[in-house]
């Protein structure tokens, strides 16, 4: 059984930066791409990034280009997300997401992805 645990969260001045952690077992990491989402209250879930099986290819919502950065390490079965220059309205639930569909494939929506964790709060205060 596919099993994703988010760590890293906390509360960050505007300005700060965090990384988000997304530890992943059950089966084979390094066959899959994963996602990062982002949920804000009173909103939907939001795609904020995802990157390749083997973190070569990458892809960000326009309001992340920049300032996030996506990555993953095989050999520790954990992808990441890197997120400078934060801002109030990053304020959200992050969750990291990863799909049944393995190899060579791409998803920005939420009904890509089959398998989520659990999310950790980052909340910015301004």
């Known amino acids: 059984q596919v099993q994703l645990v988010e760590s890293g969260g906390g509360l960050v001045q505007a300005g700060d930066s965090l990384r988000l952690s997304c530890a992943a077992s059950?089966?084979?990491?390094?066959?899959?791409?994963m996602g990062w989402f982002r949920q804000a209250p009173g909103k939907e879930r939001e795609f904020v990034a995802y990157?390749?099986?083997?973190?070569?290819?990458?892809i960000y919502a326009d309001s992340m280009k920049g300032r996030f950065t996506i990555s993953r390490d095989n050999a520790k079965n954990t992808v990441y997300l890197r997120m400078n220059s934060l801002k109030p309205e990053d304020t959200a639930i992050y969750y990291c997401?990863?799909?049944?569909?393995?190899?060579?494939?791409?998803?920005?929506?939420?009904?890509?992805?089959?398998?989520w964790g659990q999310g950790t709060q980052v909340t910015v205060s301004s």
């Open positions: 990157i390749s099986w083997s973190g070569l290819s990458t």
């Open positions: 997401a990863a799909p049944s569909r393995r190899g060579i494939w791409i998803g920005t929506k939420q009904g890509d992805y089959t398998y």
């Open positions: 059950g089966r084979t990491f390094s066959d899959y791409a």
